[in-house]
């Protein structure tokens, strides 16, 4: 995959391509290329007020825009909870499956800038309509008031909704598995200062992505709640705009890497070949005497072999039937793949039992984007004598605030001390990182469930503070007694989602790394496909039971708590489950195998395992 950018010195050299014989056939030796590369000048944290300038207003448009969509479409769409709770996690999980089409549309076609360029401006969009919705009458119901039953809205107010939603889905997949791998392509990843600023710049992207979201759940969604919703949703709109300046600024200085074709294909080609050669019997030392050959100007790193997943090594088994070019490429990739290929692949699958841990990890912000805010609405929202009322929405910020608080002290404090402790340039292994977010979400649950267990508790025991509109009684417990669930998510998210998101980049494949972007998504849509099935299933089997419909509109009528246990116990046996999986993964390139290889001369080492 070739990089341009706007300045560029010409180098020449040859380079080196080979085949490697196999004992049974005659392979190319060597093959002299003279190629033409372009020098990247990367310009690392001088461009990053244009990313990270576009970031802050972008997340500030789309999440001013969504944050408070569950009380907008409650309260300007009459929607019942239920149906609105579903709506929004359909939504998000839409949105997540639809990085993995941008991914692949970004990787195979466009690149990252171009996508990127169609990404901001279709949040831009979505958000207008959005805004259209609230400020004209005919594209919402006849508002509510206080009465008990209300009329819903129409097919063609639904409709144009559903439209403005659907392209934000454009505009949000395109961005989220982009966004981040695009940043990171500013920094030289072959100098020690670019990995360190690669690094750096996991924490403060998602440090720049927590503080736009705590000021749309203070500012946003007070204005929006309290003020009006269509000065509410205006303010987005115009934060989209400046986002989109501020991106297009910036274009002339980018590092902007072009599509290389689709990397799908050579996954295929790797499955395709192991199927075919499947009753082939397997070679002695076939870090020696499996196929190999690398065409010029790749850009993934070059592999050692590994033992895992070796019933794909015969997709690389060179065979008297195999015909190979002038230069030593396969004529037919469908039925020989070269061991670099192969050992892609096998990076692929050693994280895709990682992935799977890391989406049912989700489900705790999944909740905790949703049920608090209607634990709020039925709680004390009252600060100070003065009957200000924080909106019950806003208390989300505070699973925001634990994040950002916690990214610094974790950039800052806790990756030296650990330095010293393990060696570790990152203080911890990306694996432990996210391990600690799975532990801490597990946690957020359990506190969550014994808060909820209070809230109702004090709702049909004390005193209550009056009725909340379509919901019932206000229980006298604070609405600040959410902050310590909220607080740990918070935290979870900081190990959890920091960890995923630089896991999957590092993990993956060069040229598959706005894939690694989106399948941090795509878990999370799973997740939220999961947790929409989960609410559905226990509000439909619960709701004629003895005790009870635990998710019920009514939160007092209903057990809450039990369902936050429920989760709880998912993420015990999921957190069981990462921990055997993490203990049998190998980190892409290292030397933690049982064996490592060297393909390069003669040299064979063998080395210690290294345990995660």
Known sequence: MERKS?????????????????????????????????????RGWKVMPYIIGNETFEK???????????????????????????????????????????????????????????????????????????????????????????????????????????????????????NLAFGADQFNPKSGSGKRGIDSFFNWYFFTFTFAQILSLTVVVYVQSNVSWTIGLTIPVVLMFLASVIFFAGAKLYVKIE???????????????????????????????????????????????TQQFR?????????????????????????????????????????????FASSIYYLTMAQQMTYPVFQALQSDRRLGSGGFMIP???????????????????????VPTFKRITGIETGITLLQRIGAGIFFAFLSLIVSGFVEERRRTLALTQPTLGLAPRKGEISSMSAMWLI??????????????????????????????????????????????????LITTVHRMTQNSAGGNWLAEDLNKGRLDYFYFLLAGILAVNFAYFLVMARWYRYKGSDDEETSYETSGDIIKEQDKNKV
């Not at 080979?18 to 033409?36: F, L, M, N, P, R």
């Not at 020696?288 to 993934?300: C, T």
């Not at 019950?392 to 806790?414: E, K, N, Q, S």
């Not at 998210?493 to 630089?502: C, K, N, Y």
């Open 311 to 355: 019933f794909l090594d015969k997709a690389a088994i060179l065979t008297p039937e195999d015909k190979l070019e002038a230069d030593g490429k396969p004529v037919n990739p469908w039925n020989l793949c070269t061991m670099q290929q192969v050992e892609e692949v096998k990076c692929i699958m050693r994280v895709l039992p990682i992935w």
């Open 392 to 414: 019950a929405a806003t208390y989300v910020v505070f699973l925001m605030t634990g994040m950002t608080l916690f990214i610094i002290f974790y950039d800052r404090v806790l």
């Open 60 to 178: 500030l448009g789309i999440i001013g825009t969504l944050s408070n969509l569950l009380v907008y479409l409650t309260s300007v769409f009459n929607m019942k909870s239920v149906t609105a709770a579903t709506i929004i996690t359909a939504f998000a999980g839409t949105v997540n499956f639809g990085t993995f089409v941008a991914a692949f549309l970004c990787d195979t076609y466009f690149g990252r800038y171009k996508t990127l360029t169609v990404a901001v401006l279709a949040c831009f969009l979505g958000s207008l309509a959005i805004l259209l919705t609230a400020a004209v009458p005919q594209l919402h119901p006849v508002p509510c008031g206080t009465a008990s039953s209300c009329i819903g809205p129409s097919g063609g107010q639904i409709a144009f909704l559903l439209m403005g939603l659907g392209i934000l889905v454009v505009g949000a997949g395109g961005i989220r598995p982009c």
């Open 484 to 533: 310590p669930q909220l607080v740990l998510a918070g935290i979870a998210d900081a190990f959890g989602a920091i960890g995923q998101m630089e896991f999957y980049y590092k993990q993956f494949p060069e040229n598959m790394r706005s894939f690694a972007g989106s399948i941090f998504y795509v878990g999370a849509g799973v997740s939220s496909y999961i947790s929409s099935f």
């Open 6 to 42: 706007l300045e560029v010195e010409s180098m020449d050299h040859q380079k080196l391509s080979s085949a490697v014989y196999d004992g049974s056939v005659t392979a190319v030796d060597s093959v002299k290329e003279d190629v033409q590369e372009t020098k990247v000048v990367y």
């Open 259 to 305: 599509a290389s074709g689709s990397p799908l294909a050579s996954i295929a080609h790797v499955i395709t070949a192991s199927i075919k050669k499947h009753r082939l019997e397997p070679v002695e030392q076939p870090w020696l005497n499996l196929y190999n050959y690398y065409p010029s100007k790749y850009a993934n790193a070059k592999l050692k072999y």
